[in-house]
């Protein structure tokens, strides 16, 4: 795993015992994972965050490379054919805790807006979790750290949904298929026609983060989308290898017709 992360520029992971308290889904879960035994997962960090061109973009940081989940499946075909060993796992559509697995490995701290935050990175990572079916050498957790609160990203939030309330995010409302046009409304509340980032930018944590090492996300960045960009996607059958592609072509245009209408 050493010598594969060293290649790829991962540079901060943790392996850890398994615990069954890391289970957040447990129909998904029972599905994909009853026939293994776990020993221990390997909870690890892919920075994303790459300096932005002087023009506004529309898409949030997350979807300007191509989707992550792409380069997670390829890294982890890779660990398995080097390792040999049937590894399961595990990067955003999740039956885990992943943030409180990357607390535990002492990764980072929990944020108000409750993303694990890096002291390098911000947070601005995907986190990824291999899942060991052998034993391995393990690290023992750590406490959990928090950060500093503040406070700002409870008072950026256009949608005031961080800190108990249940008011929807805006990043979920772009990803809604047949939005009503009050929800039309509700989502250009946020600058972006794919995500939002609000609560990351206002964050003091993350005012300088580093650059990702990891050249997959420095590679055919989209900054931004509309009716032409996302014609040639679909003509040449790439939107299914952006992060914003899986709701489907007809809520880009949604998104696309709603915000072009408020510029
Ligand atoms: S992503 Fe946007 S809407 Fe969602 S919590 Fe952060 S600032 Fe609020
Ligand atoms: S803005 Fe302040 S309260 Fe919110 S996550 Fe960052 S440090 Fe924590």
Redesign the pocket.
């Known amino acids: 795993m050493e010598v594969l992360f060293k290649k790829e520029g991962i540079e901060y992971y943790t392996t850890l015992p398994w615990n069954e308290k890391y289970v957040k889904n447990k129909d998904m879960w029972a599905n994909q994972c009853k026939e293994n035994t776990v020993f221990a997962l390997t909870v690890f960090l892919m920075p994303y965050y790459v300096k932005e061109p002087l023009e506004e973009r529309n898409l949030s940081r997350y979807a300007i490379a191509k989707d992550y989940h792409v380069y997670f499946d390829c890294l982890l075909k890779q660990y398995e054919e080097k390792s040999g060993e049937k590894v399961l796992g595990f990067c955003d559509h999740s039956p885990l805790y992943e943030v409180e697995a990357a607390l535990d490995g002492g990764l980072g701290v929990l944020g108000k807006?409750g993303l694990l935050i890096h002291e390098k990175y911000g947070s601005y990572v995907f986190i990824g979790i291999f899942l060991h079916t052998k034993p391995m050498v393990c690290s023992i957790p750590v406490p959990h750290k928090e950060c500093l609160g503040c406070g700002a990203?409870e008072q950026?939030?256009?949608?005031k949904?961080?800190g108990g309330s249940k008011k929807r995010?805006?990043?979920?409302l772009t990803q809604k298929k047949n939005r009503t046009q009050e929800e039309d409304k509700e989502m250009l509340r946020?600058k972006l026609l794919w995500?939002?980032?609000?609560?990351?930018e206002v964050c003091p944590l993350n005012r300088l983060p580093c650059e990702t090492p990891l050249s997959f996300f420095k590679e055919e960045l989209l900054w931004n989308l509309d009716e032409s960009i996302l014609e040639r996607l679909v003509k040449k059958n790439t939107l299914s290898q952006r992060a914003f592609g899986w709701r489907g072509e007809k809520l880009l245009r949604q998104n696309i017709a709603a915000i072009y209408k408020k510029g």
């Open positions: 807006n990203c950026g939030c256009p949608a949904c961080i995010c805006l990043s979920a946020g995500g939002c980032d609000l609560c990351q």
